[in-house]
């Protein structure tokens, strides 16, 4: 091991302990490899960071982003939560199942776990804690019903994942759907069992009249997924345009149908978008960077060969693939984990003859059980930050909701058929 890669992953090590902004991490250690190693062309380097923004996939990334802003402000996530409400709210612990549907459903327009909790979750809270449902329970299907955000398409760590491993994006797509029902059933169960022993209130069961009635409210709403999943899916438009086109669904549904929302609101959605996308390209390039020093140095061969010296059973190289990612998303952001580990599973997968498009739900589906998880977990922080709620009491809430979680990871990872059935139903060569 060279002097110039210690010093880099002590310098990445050392500003990850102090709380520097993953770019920032990744940027500096990477610069000072390159000026420690010596005998590298910088114009390279600078090509190198350049050449990974310059890509078509990546611009569904703010599309997608301003997308769920608009739909947050705009009023659909209260249009989706009662029109579930209406076909759930009469079985035991009622609106948690309306918190697993609406975030499900939520998750085919807004393609981000952190867009549900922040939009949708604030609307779940609140109506769980006005029927009196107690905060562990409340925050903890919140959380993990979020996780669907970014496995149910459209998913914006998917086109991430697409970039970095160079696959179709249209495919990881659908081959979220089939994960994300699984994970909604087992939350279900999940919540099932624990309403039973808790006695949570019961709503009268709507009418059809009233399920009608939420029905067309929401119907603009709803039209979207179908919309964004069937042209992907007839290869009508790529997800990029999809991305674009979603933008111009919700515009047109929430400022000339449903009326809900200003064009001054409409310009700040426009700004925050800016504002949010920033950080999320700095990590692009600066992983781009990060990443190509981990291959100069030929890590990606180390960690290959370590594996496939333990085994070359398939399924216990899913496994392992399985505790790196969730100890990575335990302290990283999902994109510079992905943009970073990718590269080096890629060549196992291939040898072991895993499917790439597989490979990519279980990424997802591991660094989205990161969101939930500390020290990094962002979803913990919004919903501290949102309720002003003690961070270590949030991740005592939602400790116990890690349990369904960690079951539907196993089925997502051991029976394949379930992320590629659809892709292959529709002719996607999975």
Same mark, same amino acid.
């Given at each position: 091991?060279?002097?110039?890669?210690?010093?880099?992953?002590?310098?990445?090590?050392? !500003?990850?302990?102090?709380?520097?902004?993953?770019?920032?991490?990744?940027?500096?250690?990477?610069?000072?490899?390159?000026?420690?190693?010596?005998?590298?062309?910088?114009?390279?380097?600078?090509?190198?960071?350049?050449?990974?923004?310059?890509? !078509?996939?990546?611009?569904?990334?703010?599309?997608?982003?301003?997308?769920?802003?608009?739909?947050?402000?705009?009023?659909?996530?209260?249009?989706?939560?009662?029109?579930?409400?209406?076909?759930?709210?009469?079985?035991?612990?009622?609106?948690?199942?309306?918190?697993?549907?609406?975030?499900?459903?939520?998750?085919?327009?807004?393609?981000?776990?952190?867009?549900?909790?922040?939009?949708?979750?604030?609307?779940?809270?609140?109506?769980?804690?006005?029927?009196?449902?107690?905060?562990?329970?409340?925050?903890?299907?919140?959380?993990?019903?979020?996780?669907?955000?970014?496995?149910?398409?459209?998913?914006?760590?998917?086109?991430?994942?697409?970039?970095?491993?160079?696959?179709?994006?249209?495919?990881?797509?659908?081959?979220?759907?089939?994960?994300?029902?699984?994970?909604?059933?087992?939350?279900?169960?999940?919540?099932?069992?624990?309403?039973?022993?808790?006695?949570?209130?019961?709503?009268?069961?709507?009418?059809?009249?009233?399920?009608?009635?939420?029905?067309?409210?929401? !119907?603009?709403?709803?039209?979207?997924?179908?919309?964004?999943?069937?042209?992907?899916?007839?290869?009508?438009?790529?997800?990029?345009?999809?991305?674009?086109?979603?933008?111009?669904?919700?515009?047109?549904?929430?400022?000339?149908?449903?009326?809900?929302?200003?064009?001054?609101?409409?310009?700040?959605?426009?700004?925050?978008?800016?504002?949010?996308?920033?950080?999320?390209?700095?990590?692009?390039?600066?992983?781009?960077?990060?990443?190509?020093?981990?291959?100069?140095?030929?890590?990606?061969?180390?960690?290959?060969?370590?594996?496939?010296?333990?085994?070359?059973?398939?399924?216990?190289?899913?496994?392992?693939?399985?505790?790196?990612?969730?100890?990575?998303?335990?302290?990283?952001?999902?994109?510079?984990?992905?943009?970073?580990?990718?590269?080096?599973?890629?060549?196992?997968?291939?040898?072991?003859?895993?499917?790439?498009?597989?490979?990519?739900?279980?990424?997802?589906?591991?660094?989205?059980?990161?969101?939930?998880?500390?020290?990094?977990?962002?979803?913990?922080?919004?919903?501290?930050?949102?309720?002003?709620?003690?961070?270590?009491?949030?991740?005592?809430?939602?400790?116990?909701?890690?349990?369904?979680?960690?079951?539907?990871?196993?089925?997502?990872? !051991?029976?394949?058929?379930?992320?590629?059935?659809?892709?292959?139903?529709?002719?996607?060569?999975?």
């Amino acid at each position: 091991m060279s002097t110039a890669f210690i010093a880099f992953l002590v310098i990445f090590v050392v !500003f990850l302990f102090f709380g520097a902004p993953i770019y920032l991490s990744l940027l500096t250690s990477g610069l000072a490899y390159v000026f420690i190693h010596g005998g590298i062309d910088n114009m390279a380097v600078i090509a190198k960071m350049y050449g990974s923004l310059n890509n !078509f996939v990546l611009l569904a990334i703010p599309m997608f982003m301003m997308a769920g802003k608009i739909m947050n402000t705009g009023g659909i996530t209260d249009r989706i939560f009662g029109f579930c409400r209406s076909l759930l709210g009469h079985f035991p612990g009622g609106l948690a199942y309306v918190n697993i549907l609406s975030s499900f459903i939520f998750s085919g327009m807004s393609g981000s776990a952190l867009a549900d909790v922040g939009g949708l979750g604030a609307v779940e809270i609140k109506a769980m804690r006005d029927e009196g449902y107690e905060d562990d329970f409340i925050f903890g299907v919140t959380a993990a019903s979020a996780t669907m955000g970014p496995i149910v398409p459209p998913s914006i760590p998917m086109v991430i994942y697409g970039a970095a491993a160079s696959v179709s994006v249209g495919t990881l797509f659908m081959a979220g759907v089939g994960p994300g029902i699984v994970i909604a059933l087992v939350l279900g169960v999940y919540v099932f069992m624990t309403a039973r022993k808790r006695n949570y209130p019961v709503h009268p069961r709507a009418s059809l009249k009233d399920v009608g009635k939420w029905f067309m409210k929401s !119907f603009w709403a709803l039209l979207m997924i179908a919309i964004i999943l069937g042209g992907i899916s007839s290869g009508l438009f790529t997800p990029t345009e999809a991305s674009c086109i979603s933008i111009a669904y919700c515009i047109l549904a929430v400022c000339g149908i449903y009326r809900d929302m200003k064009p001054k609101e409409l310009i700040r959605c426009v700004s925050d978008t800016v504002v949010d996308i920033v950080p999320a390209l700095a990590i692009v390039c600066s992983a781009s960077l990060f990443g190509w020093v981990l291959q100069f140095e030929h890590l990606g061969k180390l960690i290959l060969n370590g594996m496939l010296a333990v085994t070359t059973n398939k399924w216990l190289i899913l496994l392992m693939i399985d505790l790196i990612l969730l100890f990575f998303g335990m302290i990283l952001d999902s994109t510079p984990t992905i943009l970073l580990l990718v590269p080096i599973f890629q060549p196992l997968v291939k040898q072991v003859g895993i499917s790439e498009i597989h490979l990519g739900v279980v990424v997802v589906l591991n660094l989205m059980i990161g969101l939930m998880t500390p020290p990094y977990g962002q979803s913990l922080f919004m919903l501290s930050g949102a309720t002003k709620t003690p961070f270590n009491k949030v991740v005592k809430y939602i400790a116990p909701w890690l349990i369904p979680m960690f079951i539907a990871l196993a089925l997502v990872t !051991f029976f394949p058929w379930i992320c590629l059935t659809i892709p292959r139903i529709f002719g996607m060569g999975v």
